[in-house]
Nanobody, 123 residues
C-alpha cells in the first residue's frame, strides 16, 4: 500500500519561498501537488510523470517547480514569489500504476493522498 508523507510547510511573507517535500513508500510512478484552501476544491496542481515530464496549472506556472528524486522516492515542490492566495494545505498525491507522460492536472485523477502540510503566506 502506497503511503505519502509531506513536510516543509510553514509561514512565510509574500514574495518569499518554500520547498515542500513528500516521501513516498511503494510504487509512485506519477505524482502531483495540489493546494486545498478551506471550503474550496483542490487546485493549483503541478504534476510529474515517471519519465520526468511535468505539467503546471496556470496559476503556478513560472513560480513553482515540481521535481523528484526517484532513488529516494521523494517528491519536491519549490515555491517562489509566494502570494497570500497560495496559502492552504498542500498535499501530494499519486495514481498507482499510471506510467504515461503528463498525468492529469485534475485532482480527481489521483487515488492516494498524503495528509498535507500547511502553508501560510502573509502579505
Amino acid at each position: 500500500q502506497v503511503q505519502l508523507v509531506e513536510s516543509g510547510g510553514g509561514s512565510v511573507q509574500a514574495g518569499g519561498s518554500l520547498r515542500l517535500s513528500c516521501l513516498g513508500s511503494g510504487s509512485t510512478n506519477c505524482m502531483g501537488w495540489f493546494r486545498q484552501a478551506p471550503g474550496k476544491e483542490r487546485e493549483g496542481g503541478a504534476t510529474i510523470a515517471s519519465d520526468g515530464s511535468t505539467s503546471y496549472a496556470d496559476s503556478v506556472k513560472g513560480r513553482f517547480t515540481i521535481s523528484k528524486d526517484t532513488a529516494e522516492n521523494m517528491l519536491y515542490r519549490q515555491m517562489n514569489s509566494l502570494k497570500s492566495a497560495d496559502s492552504g494545505m498542500y498535499c501530494c498525491a499519486t495514481r498507482v500504476g499510471f506510467v504515461a507522460s503528463h498525468p492529469s492536472l485534475g485532482s480527481t485523477f489521483y487515488t492516494t493522498w498524503g495528509q498535507g502540510t500547511q502553508v501560510t503566506v502573509s502579505s
